[in-house]
């Protein structure tokens, strides 16, 4: 590599190291693309660093907790204490086995990794900033390039995150103890997936939402079953009520005030509060303008049907680029303009993105609902199992929640899915398969599914919808 | 052919053959189960012709009788090979005839 | 119902109401068969009363104390005790709710139920000695009729079932007090399923296998996994070695004694003996002879790919008809007799029958293995992704066995997959849908998996196999 004036010249640079970045860039290498990959921070972006991977970890290891403490009635007694700072170091080593395991994965592919902060000085080159005092600079000129910068919690009016009472996500995840009380500010999946974890650790926790509702986008029977459990947990609801401020109180906690639709203020005590009501994609600090790029009114980098910008041969994926923001969408699309970069036929070419919640039980989506499935001009056929009728879930003690297939009426088709219950973010790989596919309710129904498993409650539901399942009713 | 709503049902290898071939995937029409569009739907209208009505199941067929020519033609160059690879390609056949879509299978039965 | 001389008439008998028998019945019915379901026992027959649901609500009670008691280094720290007696009642009450489930679902397909022993008197024709005293008997005259009289344990020489200290899996899966020690004479399924969880409730578990390995059928490989697993719960296994016999100890113990190929002696004392070594047909109480009948080898009754035996209008399903023994697979055999019954155009042209073994940790596998495919006349491409690469699985703290995936090299269709390791039995579901649908190596690949999932690990090990794995090195 040549320092100085001279830039280092990459066939492909990828900005942001996150599961959209480190994918493409690993794909884009394998298919003899010379590829340097940037990073400011850690390897593993949001996802693995202080997202998907931490919250996941934390969820698994208060269930095992709560689980066994709520087993009386399986013969189970178990007395049970958690050790936060414990767990948190536990987590923290998962998290460093698999940011690690991503850097040995870049360099055997032959990516090139630099660490730094990227931003554009044209529009085929980018000035790195090494970290660490004293590391200087360089220019990296590239044929192409992938934003892949992902996205940061959104900080709102009188709640700033750098003092210390309030809270994003990843600082809530770093807690080194369990809070006597907490506001959660937003019911949303990851405010959701973390009071629950919360509660179960025995923290009283107040969720306030400006909507009417958790866990915006979902259907009406699906959230319930979540809030209600939630409920039973001891997490208190208070819908319509947008976080105005804080202030300390006499008792080292805090009040938090909330003002609903009519102007009426409400004020919560507890120790901490907890921002979670949405992330900004991260363009800000890009300096788009020399490359010629501009955010959309959404702020993100809009995109064609092969992840590339505006801009020629510049591309977007991820939390930066339109669409949900989920990991796996973020590595789809990095393979896929990997792909094309590399000259491949590839493109966005996928019918659905699966989606799960972590929550107690867990949600998971694919596709449509029946409601999109008719706005879209079909009619649909619709099928469902109740878990309280699966034989598995019975063992498991945990029934609550349904797997609902949304198929087209004419065809039979599989259009859609929504499953909650347990181990919904497991069993919605089949339906996505068969949404992907072009499978029918009939495929899945003459499939022989395992007994006894969760599972056969997808073939249930695809039974149910053809007006001939065996262990409901067919009405 | 896209179904009412627009959509076109095929699975992800047929519509990545689809973009390599070059062939609009809107344009064709599928000759599986409910007119799923497979990989020989999207052959044929690469190779211009609209494709007639046919089920998934000929096709498989086709293709595994070319499969067996292949064979025979590789078969005469390899004599000496451990397995014969007639009886191979006739396995082949065997299996490839019933790796159709159970709602294929069904459609085939009635 | 006319009683006396005259019979009772129906279109079809179904003799047997385990999952084989009562999912033909309720799906006659539903087709609208006139149907009648004899029982001598419980509705559910040996899965819901005495096998796959017992066996799995006491392993995943068991595994939930087991768990939270070995979590310690997740921060989880519990003084877990087991109520052995507590568990049972619990996992009585959950068949008693399964199997009254059962009872409603034929009563409202409008399935016949008839309680009492049935053997044939004819080629068309029952009798049936109703249970109780004082009951008396009945003639039912089948136009078809349906053999779903399942499996019992095999016992063998000098081990009889109702001598006290042996055990068959339904005396063991009632038993109220967790043994000290216990001999398991047998590895397969349910001798390991069941060794596992005393092992970790406790139990101090010998398991003596005649043949050099436990589980015959599966892959050295996929064994390893759970052997090992086993091995760290405290295990023993000794292989090669024949049951001979049992004696009565000092200590109110036993001795079992058993043999090498060598004729050499060993023994073993316990508190108990578990013999699990198998399960025969259920076909020696009925009267074969006099429908024409006849057990084939293997004590089975042979059917054609309707599931027709050779006497016309007689079906044979489940346990007793060729085939593995698996609920599921009873239940998809007694769907399709009932279609036939019916007059549809069904047939047992499934491409593969799942089999999940519910150890620690699970395993599960379909279709074929790349040495079936080999023999088969296949190229087979193989993909293979280890849990320890997974991040959901490391957030689990429970990262060992892997994904495997079996396809023809030349089409990439998918044909078996095994997989060992958490949630194996659910996982399997997505890749017994992709073998049955014909799917590809690249449809696998190409579906979006959520993230952070198990399932991830099916994608991984597709695209490992078409050598572009993104988390795995492709070699
Ligand atoms: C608590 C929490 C839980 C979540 N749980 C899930 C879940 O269960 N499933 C799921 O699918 N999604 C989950 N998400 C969302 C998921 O983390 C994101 O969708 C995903 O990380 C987006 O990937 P990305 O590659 O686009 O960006 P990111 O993962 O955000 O990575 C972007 C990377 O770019 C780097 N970067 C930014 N600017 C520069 C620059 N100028 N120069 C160099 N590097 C730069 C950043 O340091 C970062 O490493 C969760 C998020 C949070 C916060
Ligand atoms: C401990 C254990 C664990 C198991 N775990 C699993 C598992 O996880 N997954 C799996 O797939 N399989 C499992 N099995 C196997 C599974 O239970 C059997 O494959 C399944 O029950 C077979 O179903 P069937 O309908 O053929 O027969 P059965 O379930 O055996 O039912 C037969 C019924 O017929 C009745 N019957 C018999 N003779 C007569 C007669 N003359 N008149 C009237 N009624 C009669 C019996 O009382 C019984 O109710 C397990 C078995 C055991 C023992």
Redesign the pocket.
Known sequence: MVVGDVATGTELAV???????YVAAIRAAQLGVDTTL?????LG???LN???IP??ALIHATNVGYEADTAEEMGIHADVKVDMEQMVDWKDGVVDQLTSGVEKLCKANGVNIVHG???FAGENRLRVAHGGEGQGSETIEFEQCVV????RPIEIPGFAYDDDPVLD?TQL?ALEQVPRSLVVVGGGY?GMELSTILAKMGCDVTVVEMMDDILPGYEEDVKRVVRKRAEELGVDFYFGQAAKGWERADDAGIVVTTENEDGEESTFDAEKAFVAVG?QP?LD??NLDAAGLEPNEQGRLETDHTGETNVDGIFA????APGP????K?SKEGQVVAEVVAGEPAAMDYQAVPA?V?TDPEIATVGLTQAEAEEEGFTPAVGKFPFSASGRALTTNDHEGFVRIVADGDSGFILGAQIVGPEASELIAELGLAVEMGATLEDIAATIHTHPTLSEGVMEAAEHALGHAIHTLNR | APSSSGRTFAPPSVRRLARELGVDLSTVSGSGPSGRVTEGDVRQAAEGGEREDESELTDAVERVEEDAEDAVERMDEEVEAEVPLGEQAAEHAEREKTLAAPATRKLAAD
């Open positions: 900005v942001g190291a996150g599961p959209g970045g940037i990073e400011k921070d850690e972006g949001t996802c202080v997202g998907c919250s996941k902060r990227a931003e892949a910068t992902g996205s996500s995840l990851i992330r991260v600090t890009l994926i991820g939390d930066v923001q989920l990991a796996h973020a799960a972590f």
